[in-house]
């Protein structure tokens, strides 16, 4: 059974940097597509950005250009990294893993960009 694990979530100022990470375990992590979503409070679940060795890398318009999202296959990890935050990049953060019709969540993230 496939697990996932945040990490890296916090409380950042308007304009500063962060990086989320996600472990991967039980599976092999080199065919999964690997993604992450964002969830603000009373929002829907959104699409943040993707990362897969078919389609490449694919950023939600809000985050293009300020988000770059990569994989480190030897250590089952995919990162997420955050710059030029803005208070409306507020959310709970999420990895998906996603492999032959399934989805497999981790259990998030929280990121608060605030002065």
């Known amino acids: 059974q496939l697990q996932l694990v945040e990490s890296g979530g916090g409380l950042v100022q308007p304009g500063g940097s962060l990086n989320l990470s996600c472990l991967v375990s039980g599976d092999d992590f080199t065919i999964l597509v690997m993604s992450w979503y964002r969830q603000a409070p009373g929002q829907q679940l959104e699409f943040v950005a993707l990362?897969?060795?078919?389609?490449?890398?694919i950023y939600a318009d809000s985050v293009k250009g300020r988000f770059t999202i990569s994989r480190d296959n030897p250590r089952n990890l995919v990162h997420l990294q955050m710059s030029k935050l803005k208070p409306e990049d507020t959310a709970v953060y999420s990895c998906k893993a996603y492999k032959d019709g399934d989805d497999y969540w981790g259990q998030g993230t929280q990121v608060t960009v605030s002065s």
């Open positions: 990362v897969d060795q078919y389609y490449g890398t």
